[in-house]
């Protein structure tokens, strides 16, 4: 499944999802896409289970792509299973990190370590494939 990164500047808001979006690309418009995550764990490579999840704490929408698990020990409603990552480089595989933007109070997932200048990197999630 195809990983995309959708931007709402109205809420400030930078969405990593495998899944549909509200609005019909008109509330949020894809800003990139970061390659492509399995639809079920490999029996030949470790992989990790990513999680695409929501807080409301704040005065928007704050979606977070993380690790399994992540999601509901943080106070984030997890929305779905966004797929799976490779654990270890590949040669048909890029890096998926984790960034957070101070200034928008966003999380976003980039293939860029310097997360495109539009934030931090928190961690490295995983390798995408490339297609």
């Not at 890096?95 to 293939?111: G, M």
Request: aromatic letters at 10%; one cysteine or more; charged letters at 20%.
């Amino acid at each position: 499944m195809q990983l995309a990164r959708w931007y709402n500047s109205g809420l400030h808001d930078r969405w990593s999802t495998t899944g549909p979006v509200p609005g019909n690309g008109t509330a949020y418009r894809l800003e990139a896409r970061s390659g492509y995550l399995m639809t079920s764990a490999q029996t030949d490579a470790t992989t990790t289970e990513l999680e695409d999840c929501v807080s409301q704490r704040g005065s928007h929408p704050d979606h977070l792509l993380a690790e399994k698990g992540f999601c509901e020990t943080h106070a984030y409603q997890r929305l779905r299973t966004a797929g799976w990552v490779y654990a270890q480089p590949r040669p048909d595989a890029i890096p998926l990190y984790r960034c957070y933007s101070a200034r928008e109070q966003s999380h976003f997932a980039s293939n860029a370590a310097d997360c495109e200048k539009l934030g931090d990197n928190e961690h490295l999630l995983g390798y995408a494939l490339k297609q």
